[in-house]
């Protein structure tokens, strides 16, 4: 990835979708949860003041857990590349719930989405390494045990750290 004069990064790749895509060539969902994690640490959980607890993060869920004010949060990261945004199975969901619950952990949910710069790659869902990103994050919403999870973030499901 190049930056022009005005340091605004700019894609390897030539506008477009490229003809011959190689595997290589193709950010993995590993690589992808690897890039959403940094996402949050560096942007959302370190500027607030939050303490990473020892051994995170990690490749297990809750990939972050941090902590402030004696209270654990357990940060279940979940990519999603544009126009797609994941969410998680609700048998999984409460499995994880309890899992929480058991050792005094608050879950969250973060969905971190995706979008390449270039319109034709957003809309062919492309993640190509090199490529040059808009990342969003909405903010953090608490898991539970219901039987459905709303995931539109609400007033009502929203949750900021140390709330």
């Known amino acids: ?6 340091n605004i990064p700019e894609s390897v790749w030539a506008p477009g979708v490229p003809q011959n ?5 193709v950010i993995t969902l590993d690589e ?7 996402y949050l640490i560096n942007n959302v959980i370190i500027p607030h003041g939050f303490k990473i607890e020892p051994g995170f993060p ?12 004696g209270v654990l949060y357990g940060i279940i990261v979940v990519p999603s590349v544009f126009p797609k945004y ?10 994880l719930v309890e899992m929480c619950e058991k050792g005094d952990i608050v879950p969250l ?3 971190v989405g995706y979008k390449s710069i270039d319109d034709d790659r957003a809309k062919e869902s492309l993640t190509l390494k090199g ?6 994050f909405q903010g953090f919403i608490k898991l539970t045990k ?6 539109a973030l609400t007033k009502e499901n929203s949750y900021n750290i140390g709330d």
Do not use: C, H
């Not at 895509?21 to 060539?25: G, H, R």
């Not at 992808?32 to 994690?37: D, E, G, V």
């Not at 990690?58 to 004010?69: A, T």
């Not at 994941?86 to 499995?95: N, P």
């Open 1 to 6: 990835m190049e930056e022009n004069k005005n």
């Open 21 to 25: 895509i190689k595997a290589e060539d």
């Open 32 to 38: 992808l949860t690897i890039m959403a994690i940094n």
């Open 58 to 69: 990690r490749k297990e869920i809750p990939q972050i857990g941090v902590k402030k004010d």
């Open 86 to 95: 994941v969410t998680l199975q609700d048998e999984f969901r409460i499995k």
């Open 109 to 111: 949910f973060a969905p």
């Open 131 to 136: 490529d040059v990103f808009m990342t969003t």
């Open 146 to 151: 219901d039987e459905k999870q709303e995931y």
